[in-house]
Structures are given as structure tokens and as C-alpha cells.
């Protein structure tokens, strides 16, 4: 069974089971310590209360899960984000990732939000794939911007545009505030999708 949903602070267990690696074996991520689950509680509460975190869930198991996060926390930058993607290396490669994503962003565009930014670090083939299917544009490299795993790693910065550059843009909802009276069709379309290739 394949269940899309909204993430509660009672998966921060399994969340962490696929974070957890590329915390400690690669660079995708710069955290370099892996948070406690009640830090990671703590995260998904947050984060629910002005962004989207979505998970998929494959016969109970959590296997992918996407999320929104602040790009800067000054005032002008509301309308601008960034967004994660992580999926269970079981379940890598039946478009997870990019039915979450799809998701997320109808979510994003509904509360006003404009820019989508996703940070990769470099080389990462399958990552750049997905958010160039996804409709993502590169348009920045910050070379040796971090040290982590006995190197310096360079970031490439991808761009998502969602909604048009208003001259006077409205500020963009909570995710807390938003009415959605169609989220569960939303995540009921990704879960079919996700579905239908996972059983091929």
C-alpha cells in the first residue's frame, strides 16, 4: 500500500533512518552530527507551521519524504524558500521523489511563495536530474564552500520559479493557515502515481 501524507513529529524516528547516512557517509548534506529524535521532533513541528513536509509511506514504511524551508530569515526574502528531498535507498529510482516534489510545489504556489532554491552538493548526477525534470535551472556554483568527509565540496545552486514576480506581492501564508479542502486529493494523485511505478 502507498500512502502520501502530511509528516508528523512521530516519524522523526524513521525520517532520521534515511537522513541518517548522509549525515555521516556523504556530503549532500553539511549537517555533520545526526540530531536526536526529539531534535528532529522539534524540526518537523517547526517546519509544519510555515512550510510543507510531506512523506510517502510504501507498506508502512516510510520511504521518501520532501520538505520547505526558509531560505533567509529577513523580511524580503518570504517569498523565497528552498526545498529538501531525501528517499530510503530501497525505494530510490520509482519517482518518489519527483511526485513529492510536484506536490510540495502545488502546495508552495497556493501559499504565494515565488522562488523555489535547491542546494546540491557537487557531484551528484541523480539529484541535478531530478530537479532539472522537476523544472529546476542552474544558475550558480559556490566552489569549496564547505569541508566535510576530509574535502572541500562545491554547491550548486538550482532555481524553481512558481508564481509570477508581482510588483506588489501579497506575503505568502502559513502552511498552518492555508485552507485546503483539496490536500487530500493532492496526496491521494501522488500515491497513485508513485503506485504505478513502484509496481511495475
Excluded at 93 to 118: C, P
Excluded at 143 to 152: S, T
Amino acid at each position: 500500500m502507498v500512502n502520501v501524507r502530511l509528516a508528523k513529529a512521530g516519524d522523526a524516528g524513521s525520517i532520521l533512518e534515511i537522513y541518517a547516512p548522509h549525515v555521516l557517509y556523504n556530503a549532500c548534506t553539511f549537517e555533520t552530527h545526526v540530531p536526536s529524535v526529539e531534535e528532529f521532533e522539534a524540526r518537523i513541528t517547526k517546519c509544519l507551521q510555515k512550510f510543507p513536509w510531506l512523506v510517502c509511506e510504501i507498506d508502512g514504511r516510510i520511504a521518501g519524504y520532501v520538505y520547505a524551508s526558509p531560505h533567509r530569515e529577513r523580511e524580503a526574502y518570504q517569498w523565497t524558500c528552498e526545498s529538501s528531498v531525501y528517499v530510503h535507498k530501497d525505494f530510490k529510482g520509482k519517482g518518489i521523489g519527483r511526485e513529492l516534489y510536484k506536490t510540495l510545489f502545488q502546495l508552495l504556489k497556493m501559499q504565494g511563495l515565488v522562488n523555489v532554491y535547491a542546494g546540491i552538493t557537487l557531484p551528484n548526477d541523480a539529484s541535478v536530474r531530478l530537479h532539472e525534470v522537476c523544472g529546476f535551472q542552474l544558475f550558480a556554483e559556490y566552489d569549496n564552500i564547505g569541508y566535510k568527509l576530509g574535502a572541500w565540496q562545491k554547491v550548486g545552486w538550482w532555481k524553481l520559479q512558481l508564481n509570477k514576480h508581482e510588483l506588489k506581492p501579497s506575503p505568502p501564508l502559513l502552511f498552518s493557515e492555508l485552507n485546503l479542502p483539496l490536500l487530500p486529493d493532492l496526496l491521494t494523485v501522488a500515491a497513485n502515481n508513485i503506485k504505478a511505478r513502484y509496481e511495475k
